[in-house]
């Protein structure tokens, strides 16, 4: 503003002088000094506003920069909860787990619950699935049964009802979630459990409901490839974590 005050007295001042002819001494070179000024004036304004210019660009580079580093830090701890998987637990002794993660709006919170739950089931389903098959198969190793053997068939047919009671039977144990990003996205995360004696359990009691097998069906036998593949199960995914954490 005060550059602007200067310009303009200095304009006036060369008008009076211009007007006022050699009575007032306005000579060619007075104005010339003048007209110098004025540009000097000018040069100064436009500096000004240059500079101002600049510190404006570079607190809003600064803005911009601060934005910037919100949304990456934000999207670095989303990127962490879905590397360290919360809620994520390991089979032991007693317990089968399933993890399932989805990614759901914030807005609908309430009904995805339901829909991760049946994800976590679908993952259990397929864990119980796979120790039953890997139980039966051990058992009749050890029992040196025949490929085509009525009990074999109905011991691996009796795995599908002894599957869906478990799976209908399962705990939910841990329920998290991330903050919601910049489009209100956001992962949930759901473990369940499933009882290891229950499932065991369960298993003989469906085998033994049938009296032809009942005879030369050996539960000891069973029980003992049961827990066999269980053990050996428990250390494949414990290996399995340490080698995630490295």
């Known amino acids: 503003m005060k550059t602007l005050r200067k310009l303009g007295m200095a304009m006036l001042a060369m008008l009076i002088l211009a007007g006022c ?19 000097l004036i000018k040069a100064r ?18 803005a911009n920069a601060s ?13 962490a909860d879905a590397t360290e998987m919360p809620c994520q637990m390991y089979d032991d002794d007693e317990w089968f787990y399933a993890t ?32 039953y098959k890997a139980v039966t198969r051990d058992y009749f190793d050890q029992m040196d049964t025949e490929e085509g053997s009525y009990e074999r068939s109905h011991i691996e047919g009796a795995g599908d009802l002894v599957v869906r009671a478990m799976v209908n039977d ?24 499933a009882s290891k004696k229950k499932f065991l359990e369960n298993a003989v009691k469906e085998l033994s409901k049938d009296k032809e097998l009942e005879v030369r069906f050996n ?21 399995e974590f340490k080698e995630n954490q490295h």
């Open 170 to 193: 399962t705990y939910e144990v841990c329920r998290k979630n991330t903050s919601p990003d910049e489009n209100g996205n956001m992962i949930m995360y759901m473990t369940i459990k």
């Open 100 to 131: 399932a993660m989805r990614q759901v709006k914030a807005n609908s919170i309430n009904t995805a619950a339901t829909a991760t739950l049946r994800s976590a089931q679908q993952q259990m389903r397929q864990k119980l699935s796979a120790q």
């Open 21 to 39: 002819g050699s009575s007032k001494q306005a000579t060619n070179a007075e104005i010339e000094r003048l007209n110098q000024e004025t540009e």
């Open 219 to 239: 539960e000891q036998k069973f029980r003992e490839s049961a827990f066999k593949v269980f053990e050996e199960s428990n250390e494949k995914e414990y290996n």
């Open 45 to 62: 304004q436009r500096n000004e506003d240059a500079k101002a210019q600049a510190e404006q660009a570079q607190k809003q580079r600064e």
């Open 67 to 79: 934005i910037g580093e919100e949304i990456a830090r934000k999207q670095a701890a989303r990127e």
